[in-house]
């Protein structure tokens, strides 16, 4: 699909998920009924220079980023000046910090206005050296000691707000930027990846009800935590998908690529639901004699690791003071969530029901059916945060930026769909392909 520079009712957004193991760039735009166009997807290895959430080689991570970028040009065939990009690693942290004020008009009226500023003057609290404060998001409000829904539109002489504030490393955030810019793309906005993908699999109930989701990506795992419809925990554990093919690798000797293509084809989170005679054979290294690997051992392996991450998964949500409010249970997502089994084994340890998250309840009829699967749900939820600042649901004719354009375009009061949910808003920039693998070995 051809976007004319003269079309200037159609907003395109462009996703970019910078992931351990591959770089992803989403295209879409939103149509008349308030659903996600995908004109095309990009996706790449990492090349080696991300390292859980964390870029390590900047020249490696910028040739991952412009394959990607180059990718989603030619098959959405428009040309990508801007991004919104995901942040993960280990760096990133969260607390709440209350901010309370004696208003100049106990008459007047809060207004929304009122409300931004507030929220901005977080942006300006102390954090810890070499870290800043990446998104500021309320919680609670309460006018006069009142708890307030939404206070808009209320007198009040005081108003105190609740606010839920996620920190990261400066040089994590300056990096990410660095290796985009390097490509000559522009960076519209950071995004922490857990809000991204709750964006794409979360519905309003699910929010209301109370629901944590869990995105197992290469090098990471991130968990977010929302009740009636505002986030509550957010947290960053270093285990993913790569740290069980490194099990893997090490249990068994064998490279690399065979681990990965052993965990993703046979993989089973649930070792008692497999045969004990089951093996697979993976050819020797140069010349040398086959081996063969059980199934259940494989299995195994993958469970040990898994059962770790669950249990620090578990002590998040307990920590957090919401583990008998998760009404909604655990929605999985990413590229761990399509693991075999993985689903029950969560459920087991956590006690929460568990449902797999995909991003197409948000997509339009016909989208690209690559992203559709759990492994692009951060990248489908940056495009959807895009969306929701630049181009409001229903008010597309409104729109007069030019998705060619470089320079980075007015924001919309992003009052989109998932905005109306309390716990989005706001972040730090507002304040200022896969190669197919060979059929290398064989199950016996």
């Given at each position: 699909?051809?976007?004319?520079?003269?079309?200037?009712?159609?907003?395109?957004?462009?996703?970019?998920?910078?992931?351990?193991?591959?770089?992803?760039?989403?295209?879409?735009?939103?149509?008349?009924?308030?659903?996600?166009?995908?004109?095309?997807?990009?996706?790449?290895?990492?090349?080696?220079?991300?390292?859980?959430?964390?870029?390590?080689?900047?020249?490696?991570?910028?040739?991952?980023?412009?394959?990607?970028?180059?990718?989603?040009?030619?098959?959405?065939?428009?040309?990508?000046?801007?991004?919104?990009?995901?942040?993960?690693?280990?760096?990133?942290?969260?607390?709440?910090?209350?901010?309370?004020?004696?208003?100049?008009?106990?008459?007047?009226?809060?207004?929304?206005?009122?409300?931004?500023?507030?929220?901005?003057?977080?942006?300006?609290?102390?954090?810890?050296?070499?870290?800043?404060?990446?998104?500021?998001?309320?919680?609670?409000?309460?006018?006069?000691?009142?708890?307030?829904?939404?206070?808009?539109?209320?007198?009040?002489?005081?108003?105190?707000?609740?606010?839920?504030?996620?920190i990261g490393q400066i040089i994590a955030a300056e990096n990410?930027?660095?290796?985009?810019?390097?490509?000559?793309?522009?960076?519209?906005?950071?995004?922490?990846?857990?809000?991204?993908?709750?964006?794409?699999?979360?519905?309003?109930?699910?929010?209301?009800?109370?629901?944590?989701?869990?995105?197992?990506?290469?090098?990471?795992?991130?968990?977010?935590?929302?009740?009636?419809?505002?986030?509550?925990?957010?947290?960053?554990?270093?285990?993913?998908?790569?740290?069980?093919?490194?099990?893997?690798?090490?249990?068994?000797?064998?490279?690399?690529?065979?681990?990965?293509?052993?965990?993703?084809?046979?993989?089973?989170?649930?070792?008692?639901?497999?045969?004990?005679?089951?093996?697979?054979?993976?050819?020797?290294?140069?010349?040398?004699?086959?081996?063969?690997?059980?199934?259940?051992?494989?299995?195994?392996?993958?469970?040990?690791?898994?059962?770790?991450?669950?249990?620090?998964?578990?002590?998040?949500?307990?920590?957090?003071?919401?583990?008998?409010?998760?009404?909604?249970?655990?929605?999985?997502?990413?590229?761990?969530?399509?693991?075999?089994?993985?689903?029950?084994?969560?459920?087991?340890?956590?006690?929460?029901?568990?449902?797999?998250?995909?991003?197409?309840?948000?997509?339009?009829?016909?989208?690209?059916?690559?992203?559709?699967?759990?492994?692009?749900?951060?990248?489908?939820?940056?495009?959807?945060?895009?969306?929701?600042?630049?181009?409001?649901?229903?008010?597309?004719?409104?729109?007069?930026?030019?998705?060619?354009?470089?320079?980075?375009?007015?924001?919309?009061?992003?009052?989109?769909?998932?905005?109306?949910?309390?716990?989005?808003?706001?972040?730090?920039?507002?304040?200022?392909?896969?190669?197919?693998?060979?059929?290398?070995?064989?199950?016996?």
């Open positions: 699909m051809s976007i004319k520079k003269d079309d200037n009712k159609n907003k395109v957004i462009v996703g970019l998920d910078m992931g351990t193991t591959k770089i992803c760039a989403i295209v879409g735009m939103r149509n008349e009924n308030g659903k996600i166009n995908i004109l095309g997807v990009g996706r790449t290895p990492s090349l080696g220079g991300i390292n859980e959430g964390m870029v390590v080689n900047i020249n490696k991570t910028s040739e991952a980023i412009k394959k990607a970028i180059q990718e989603a040009q030619r098959s959405s065939n428009v040309e990508i000046g801007s991004v919104y990009v995901g942040i993960a690693g280990k760096h990133i942290h969260s607390f709440t910090q209350q901010y309370g004020a004696f208003r100049s008009d106990q008459h007047s009226e809060i207004t929304a206005e009122e409300l931004e500023e507030i929220r901005k003057q977080m942006y300006r609290i102390n954090t810890e050296p070499g870290t800043q404060i990446l998104h500021v998001l309320p919680q609670d409000y309460i006018v006069d000691g009142n708890a307030a829904d939404d206070p808009i539109g209320m007198p009040g002489s005081r108003i105190e707000i609740n606010y839920h504030i996620i990410i930027k660095r290796c985009i810019q390097k490509c000559d793309i522009n960076v519209e906005d950071v995004v922490v990846e857990p809000i991204a993908s709750a964006k794409s699999v979360l519905t309003e109930e699910e929010l209301m009800a109370g629901v944590a989701i869990l995105d197992i990506g290469g090098g990471t795992s991130d968990l977010a935590i929302f009740h009636e419809g505002r986030i509550r925990h957010t947290a960053v554990i270093p285990i993913g998908g790569q740290r069980i093919t490194k099990d893997i690798c090490e249990a068994f000797a064998v490279m690399e690529k065979y681990g990965e293509s052993m965990k993703v084809r046979y993989g089973d989170a649930h070792p008692y639901s497999i045969q004990s005679n089951e093996v697979i054979v993976i050819p020797g290294i140069n010349g040398r004699q086959p081996k063969q690997v059980s199934l259940k051992n494989l299995s195994l392996v993958i469970n040990a690791r898994l059962i770790e991450l669950f249990k620090q998964i578990d002590i998040e949500i307990k920590q957090s003071g919401y583990a008998n409010k998760l009404t909604a249970g655990i929605v999985l997502t990413g590229g761990g969530a399509e693991m075999k089994n993985i689903g029950p084994v969560l459920e087991f340890i956590t006690g929460h029901a568990v449902k797999i998250g995909y991003p197409n309840q948000h997509l339009a009829k016909g989208a690209v059916a690559e992203a559709k699967s759990p492994i692009f749900a951060t990248g489908t939820g940056l495009v959807i945060f895009g969306m929701d600042k630049e181009v409001p649901v229903n008010n597309n004719s409104q729109q007069t930026s030019n998705p060619y354009n470089k320079t980075k375009s007015n924001m919309g009061d992003g009052r989109g769909f998932f905005n109306k949910m309390k716990g989005f808003g706001g972040s730090l920039i507002d304040y200022l392909k896969n190669d197919d693998d060979n059929d290398d070995f064989q199950k016996g």
